[in-house]
């Protein structure tokens, strides 16, 4: 069965959107950053999407399609968008689950091979807490507090406990961190 698990890069005081990120994102990037970003996209096949951060990454991260960095593999992975509104996904090897997001999800994770990796995406992440779906949370916390934007995890999320099974710090002073539910 496969393993599910969010990737998430954010500020100390939680704000991840992209609003802010020409704030606090270049500032600490690094060839050690950008290899462990890309080694943990080695770990999936299938990329995970919610329509706005779908609609966000697509059309750069589409013409990446060779280089060392996370493009390529992108580019290879299969594409699962979920969204309601969304009428076509361009991007290669793109679908789109509309309903029964749950089930659809589950059927996912029944089947063989590499993880599924869902980028950002907190609507999605945040409607997919509390069904047992979700294996680990990823996330890269930069060294910085921005004060204002949007929180990943947004007021009124429900209570998870969780674990740490990983820790390491980058040497920008980024943390990269994995955490799984302790119901798994």
């Known amino acids: 069965m496969r393993k599910l698990w969010v990737k998430a890069w954010l500020t100390l005081d939680g704000v991840f959107d992209a ?3 020409d704030n606090w994102w270049q500032n600490s990037n690094s060839p050690e950053r950008m290899d462990y970003i890309t080694g943990q996209y080695a770990q999936g096949d299938i990329y995970m999407l919610g329509r706005v951060t779908y609609e966000m990454l697509w059309p750069g991260w589409s013409t990446q399609t060779t280089g060392d960095g996370p493009g390529p593999l ?4 299969q594409k699962v968008v979920v969204s309601t509104t ?6 290669k090897e793109s679908t789109i689950i509309r309903d ?6 589950r059927k996912l994770k029944q089947q063989s091979g590499k993880d599924i990796i869902i980028d950002g995406s ?5 409607s997919l807490q509390g069904t047992g779906l979700i294996d680990e949370y990823r996330l890269l916390v930069e060294p ?5 934007g949007r929180r990943f ?9 969780l674990r740490l099974v990983d820790s390491k710090t ?3 002073g980024t943390l990269a961190l994995i955490y799984q539910p302790t119901d798994k």
């Open 170 to 172: 980058l040497q920008s």
């Open 122 to 126: 907190a609507t999605l992440v945040q």
């Open 86 to 91: 969304l009428t076509e996904a361009p991007w």
């Open 153 to 161: 995890f947004a007021d009124g999320t429900d209570m998870t406990k």
């Open 74 to 77: 992108l580019n290879r992975m």
């Open 100 to 105: 029964n997001v749950v089930e659809e999800i």
């Open 19 to 21: 609003t802010t990120m």
């Open 144 to 148: 910085f507090l921005m004060g204002r």
